[in-house]
């Protein structure tokens, strides 16, 4: 999927929670609640200060970063769920150390 996000917005695809608890229980898609946390996929050029210049965006392709719970607009695209949201709806990145699995 090619998509450029103008401005300060950035594509998001959230990270899916496992959907059973550790009893062993599924919960159906309809009761569990959204992820608040998803890999960007695409980010815009930045945004434009009054004095004309580009401010960049902190936040690039491949960050993993935790959002609200409703931030953003749920897009569906090729049958694929992404949201678009501007980067003041991000809350923060997720840097995992060594021990997480991922390397900051």
């Given at each position: 999927m090619n998509i450029r996000p103008l401005h300060d917005r950035i594509?998001?695809?959230?990270?899916?929670?496992?959907?059973m608890t550790p009893g062993g229980i599924v919960i159906p898609e309809t009761v569990a609640e959204k992820p608040i946390q998803g890999e960007v996929l695409a980010v815009g050029d930045g945004k434009r200060r009054p004095d004309g210049t580009?401010?960049?965006?902190?936040?690039?392709?491949?960050?993993?970063?935790?959002?609200?719970?409703?931030?953003?607009?749920t897009v569906k695209i090729l049958n694929e769920e992404i949201l678009v949201m501007r980067e003041d709806d991000v809350l923060g990145i997720?840097?995992?150390?060594?021990?997480?699995g991922k390397s900051a």
């Open positions: 594509i998001v695809k959230r990270q899916e929670d496992a959907l580009l401010q960049k965006l902190d936040v690039k392709v491949g960050d993993v970063v935790l959002f609200g719970r409703y931030a953003g607009n997720i840097e995992y150390g060594e021990e997480g």
